[in-house]
Structure formats: structure tokens, C-alpha cells
């Protein structure tokens, strides 16, 4: 568990569920082996291993953003479909877990 500023509190765990992210119809990844990283105020966002993940699919981005609890964060994109999945190649030692994992904006989970 890590606590930052006034309470702010990130946990990151496996995953006991599958985890599919697609969009439209395309299947970009598809995990039994996900991370769930568990922030204050912000939703659960699970984090799919690289080799579960469709990098062929995937083209880097410009786009850098930080976060004070998690560090800095690359984006890829998909044709239409800008920024839609992020990772954080060098996270802060609190979440060191969560390294080169990628984290789509919406993912199946059952």
C-alpha cells in the first residue's frame, strides 16, 4: 500500500478475474494474469502483462503525462483512436509492480 498527500492511497494486487480490452470488435488484450491498481477517487484500472497484450496493434504516441503517486506515464494509440492505452516505464518504487503493464481507458472483466 502506498499513502501520499491527505489520505491518497494506491494499492496495486493480481487480479483474480479474466481481462479483455477491445475496441470496436478488435480484441487488444486479453489477460489472466492482470494487475488491479486500486487509487483514491479514481476507478480501479487493471494493468495487462505486455505478452498478453497486441503491441503489433498498438503505435507509440507523443503524449507524456505525470502523476505524483504513480510517475510518468507513455501513451500508444490506434488508428482513430489517440492515447487509448498508457504504461508507466519507470514507476515509483511504491507501485514498481505496475512497470511496462499496459492500462486501457475500458476493459471486460468477469
Known amino acids: 500500500m502506498t499513502k501520499g498527500l491527505k ?3 494506491i494499492t496495486v494486487e493480481p ?3 479474466h481481462v479483455r480490452a477491445v475496441h470496436g470488435e478488435q480484441v487488444l488484450a486479453e489477460s ?4 488491479v491498481l486500486h487509487e483514491t477517487g ?3 484500472r487493471y494493468y495487462i502483462p505486455p505478452q498478453d497484450v497486441r503491441v503489433d496493434l498498438l503505435t507509440a504516441s507523443d503524449t507524456r503525462t505525470h ?3 504513480k510517475g ?6 490506434l488508428p482513430g ?4 492505452v498508457w504504461a508507466y516505464p519507470d514507476p515509483k518504487p511504491e507501485v514498481a509492480e505496475i512497470r511496462d ?3 486501457f481507458y475500458d476493459v471486460k472483466v468477469s
Request: net charge negative; charged share 20%; proline share 7%.
Open 32 to 35: 489472466d494474469g492482470a494487475l
Open 101 to 103: 503493464h499496459f492500462c
Open 7 to 9: 489520505g491518497h492511497v
Open 81 to 84: 483512436a489517440a492515447d487509448l
Open 42 to 44: 479514481c476507478p480501479d
Open 15 to 17: 487480479s483474480d478475474r
Open 67 to 69: 502523476c505524483p503517486f
Open 72 to 77: 510518468d506515464a507513455s501513451y500508444w494509440s
